[in-house]
């Protein structure tokens, strides 16, 4: 069985997700240099249209054609804008388990498409991979990305106690680091049975902390 992730697009309702491209540069730029993006993930801050450049031209396809995991872009389907991201690493293809996670950007936060775009992945990581489980881990304080973790179903397997680095600005606006738990979530394909319609949520970011 294949030990890498194929070069696939992903339709929903409202979103496609697809590989990312070089003209998602200025508007993954944009994203990245939000401010909760800045407090929950481990994104570079300032993030340049550089860094996006090489993450899209680099980081990604080395990512999947490696077998580590898969980067898609997340755009509106009727104006193919950017609306977020959905990452997948830290795959281990003989237990055929992998870590999820995603941003979304500040403009689209609240339409419902973090559990929209993260409930498609799922669907097709146990379907059409065969995949056994996704995990997810959230900050402590990050309630909008436990609230997506709940809505497609994903159980609260426990907390990692000090494992997770979140970001405070300063009234100079340098950032810092503080010190925080993980919550772990756990998905399995029959906790997706009854997820199926999509209530709004805020966004949320779950960890990115191994991006490049």
């Not at 509106?76 to 830290?90: A, D, H, N, S, Y």
Request: with cysteine.
């Amino acid at each position: 069985m294949t030990s890498t992730f194929p070069n696939i697009s992903i339709s929903t309702e409202r979103l496609v997700l697809r590989p990312l491209d070089e003209d998602d540069v200025p508007a993954l730029t944009e994203m990245m240099n939000d401010e909760q993006v800045a407090a929950w993930t481990d994104v570079p801050q300032p993030f340049t249209q550089a860094g996006a450049r090489t993450w899209i031209t680099e980081y990604a396809p080395t990512q999947r054609t490696g077998g580590h995991g898969l980067d898609l872009a997340v755009a509106e389907f009727l104006t193919q804008r950017l609306v977020g991201i959905v990452q997948l690493g830290k795959t281990n293809w003989h237990i055929r388990s992998t870590e999820l996670s995603y941003i979304i950007a500040p403009w689209a936060r609240g339409e419902g498409y973090a559990s929209e775009a993260t409930l498609a992945t799922a669907q097709w990581l146990f379907g059409d991979q065969k995949f056994e489980r996704i995990e997810l881990r959230t900050a402590a304080g990050n309630t909008a990305s436990q609230q997506v973790a709940q809505k497609i179903g994903c159980i609260s397997e426990g907390v990692l106690r000090n494992a997770c680095i979140a970001h405070v600005r300063a009234d100079d606006g340098t950032w810092s680091d503080v010190r925080t738990d993980f919550i772990v979530w756990g998905l399995l394909p029959e906790d997706l049975e009854g997820a199926g319609e999509q209530p709004a949520d805020s966004g949320g970011f779950t960890s990115y902390s191994d991006w490049n």
